[in-house]
């Protein structure tokens, strides 16, 4: 059974740090894709960040490049988000997620399994 359990969420002002991680199952820890999407309310889930299976590759949405970082340590079971510069505009809940594939693609479709989500605030 996979299972994905995402922390570290919380409220912050504009301009402050926050890191999430995602706790991933042994059984898939080192076969998928990775990624992280989030949801605001009354807004459709959107792709945030993915890494590929063994972490050689990344993927970033425009609206968070430069600022938030994915990576993953498949020896410790977890996929991690760094997100830098936070904005009013990234407050959501996130989501991790693991992909039916090797390669982290920007496509809802293409994940399969996903955590419960951890809320992050940003205040102006």
């Known amino acids: 059974q996979v299972r994905l359990v995402e922390s570290g969420g919380g409220l912050v002002q504009a301009g402050e740090s926050l890191r999430l991680s995602c706790a991933v199952s042994r059984s898939i820890v080192n076969v998928y894709a990775m990624g992280w999407f989030r949801q605001a309310p009354g807004k459709e889930r959107e792709f945030v960040a993915g890494v590929s299976w063994n972490g050689d590759s990344t993927s970033y949405a425009d609206s968070v490049k430069g600022r938030f970082a994915i990576s993953r340590d498949n020896a410790k079971y977890t996929v991690d988000l760094q997100m830098n510069s936070l904005k009013p505009e990234d407050t959501a809940v996130y989501y991790c997620?693991?992909?039916?594939?090797?390669?982290?693609?920007?496509?809802?479709?293409?994940?399969?399994?996903w955590g419960q989500g951890t809320q992050v605030t940003v205040s102006s």
């Open positions: 997620s693991a992909a039916r594939g090797y390669r982290p693609t920007a496509d809802i479709n293409d994940y399969k399994d």
